[in-house]
């Protein structure tokens, strides 16, 4: 939890606030400053929030992505969520499991209280349910790397080589839950409060069909809040209390108003007129209010990247080319992207997992610090490396497309990243694309895409999370990476037999071969430079999983 100082009036410089008015125009899913807004805005026990981007998804089994993961952790709950010290409480559960002597059996009893929003009881049927249909082929959900070797029979099933009935999932009866694992976990509790394990009721999904998930009208809700007004595509969302949620007197606020506001210099000046209780400063924006009284710099396990698309329709690109790939890798200057275009704290990635994340069982020593910082800017190399691709390639000069997110920052970013290589590669032209960000996602599901411009955040704290993603069928690679070896490395630390401190050294290994072969361009840890007033209490930040929780949020005056 994290307390402010007193808001004291920022005078914002004239610019701006032009800007500001004119954008106000051009977004007119955001009517910013209208009566209508600032009456709906001004109301004293109503928490006022800004969003970076569209909701995705809200379809629990397809959710990728940050934005969509932190309304599902507010208005869904799984068998545990995490409390206001990050750790992990129960959640729909209500109790700790029994668990058998091998590890490898949970009987869950779930809450005679949890029901969701419509009154109906929420069942260990509606978890069997949700999860077969997670692994379910036909469903195709993004989210089925969580449960792959985790869940008995769940990769099979997966694979299309058993039907979903077979995972190792069985509702004893209406409030026991029966799950079994492939081997002993010692995270599971923790993967248990993401989204992809969350409940659906099979009837009204069926009942829903197609339309389910397409707006805050065809969901049932078993969280703190349940979601309105919300269309699909809308750039506003409102959460409302659940009265039918089990711990509904720990939920003080009764409204949240979200508005996606893409523009830095729009979010303030709502702060600033008080129509908002909390926003995310970035780039030029931190430099003007960094004496504020209410700017704090939150770490988080985000990690931000290239990704390098070696096969499109198809056909290899110019990025099949390990030389070309790692050329481009060497040649961004990281220390000065973070101090010209973040400016929050964030600070250089040359790997791929994070920071104070993760530590080895044995010695306690930083993962990122022991496996070393593998792919540092080195200009002179880079040029080396990118001479010696194009010769490979038969080619003098490349084309390539970068795209990104279409918020103030990911603008940004392509445009010193443009800059940035074709200063080192006069042979080399880029051209930027910024996308609303579900045409980003959608984009590199169907991996259509040269370069990408994407992040990571923690699900859980352990490395495994950010290498799994990289493996042959993972969901989220979509980069036509594929090597026996990397796969086998992570097999190898997930299997049954090893030791915490094998799979640890296999864990490392499996990280240097991602980086040395320029799979991947890691440039960032995310930091987060954050104003929240006075008023606002008990908003919970999670440096993994869900970004946010609001359950314990108040406006205290």
Known sequence: ??????????????????????????QSGNPYLTEEYTNRHNNENVLNLTESSEIPTMDTVMQRDIVSGNVMNNVFEG????????????????EEPVITEDGLTYTFKIKEEAVWSNGEPVTAHDFVFAWRRLVDPETKGVGSHLIQDIVKNANAIISGELDSNELGTTAL???????????PFTYFSNLLTLPVFFPQKEEFVIEMGYKYAKSSETLLYNGPF?????????????????????????????????????????????YNN????????????????????????????????????????????????????????KAIDKSGFVEKVLRNGSIEADGLVPERFAYDPETGTDFRKQNGYLMPYNRQEAVELFKKGLEELGVDKLSLEIIGDDTQVGRDSLVYLQKNLMDVFPELQINISNKP?????????????????????????????????????????????SSENYDALIADA????????????????????????????PIYQEYKAVLQKDKVDGIIAHPVGAEYTYKWADIVQ
């Open 226 to 270: 349940v979601l309105k007004e919300w269309d699909g595509t809308g750039l506003s969302w409102v959460y409302e209390k659940n009265e039918q949620y089990w711990d509904s007197d720990s939920v003080k606020l009764n409204t949240i108003n979200v508005d996606v506001v893409k523009e830095t210099y729009t979010a303030l000046n709502l």
């Open 437 to 481: 960000f579900y045409a980003r996602l959608t984009a590199d599901e169907e991996q259509n895409y040269d370069i990408q411009l994407a992040g990571w955040g923690a699900d859980y704290a352990d490395p495994i999370n950010f290498l799994g993603l990289f493996t042959t069928n993972n969901g989220n690679n979509n980069t036509g990476f």
């Open 1 to 26: 939890m994290r307390s402010v100082k007193k808001l004291k009036n920022v005078l914002v410089p004239l610019v701006a606030v032009l800007i500001f008015m004119g954008a106000c125009e051009k």
């Open 173 to 183: 009866d209406d409030k026991t839950l029966q799950v079994e694992l492939t081997k």
């Open 494 to 521: 997930e299997s049954v037999e090893i030791s915490p401190s094998q799979r640890w050294k296999l864990l490392l290994e499996a990280e240097k071969q991602l980086l040395n072969e320029g799979i991947i361009a």
């Open 79 to 94: 068998l545990y969520r995490q409390g206001k010290d990050g750790e992990i409480v129960l959640g729909m559960a209500a």
């Open 274 to 329: 008080d129509l908002v209780d909390h926003i995310m400063l970035t780039g030029e924006f931190i430099e003007l209010e960094k004496d504020h009284p209410e700017l704090e710099y939150i770490p988080t396990s985000s990690v931000y990247y290239l990704k390098f698309n070696q096969n499109k329709d198809g056909e290899p690109t110019p990025l099949a080319n390990e030389n070309i790939r790692k050329a481009l890798a």
